[in-house]
């Protein structure tokens, strides 16, 4: 059983940068990510929306966290089509380089 005063064990996990990693449903984020981010503390991280596609891109990924996390800021968001996913590397890093996650 877990007192008052020992931290839940996801939110020891979490840092100042967090992924948002899913794929999404007509542009939506699914409701099992979210209903997963509603009850945590992002007061002080930032959220980088990341997610794999067929037709939307990231779609309203960025709402959808805005609305599960409204104490996160919302960084830079990255979207992979399904298809394209075993040759997105070059993309990944780029965009890591680019929220700072990845030495220039």
Known sequence: MMSAMTPHPRRTLLRAALFGAAGTA??????????????????GKTIHPLTTYAMSGLGNTERDYASSCPTAELGEGLAVRGEEVADAQPAVEAWLRRIGLLPR
């Open 26 to 43: 007509s542009g939506t984020v699914l409701s099992a990510c979210t209903t997963f981010t509603e009850g945590l503390d992002f007061a």
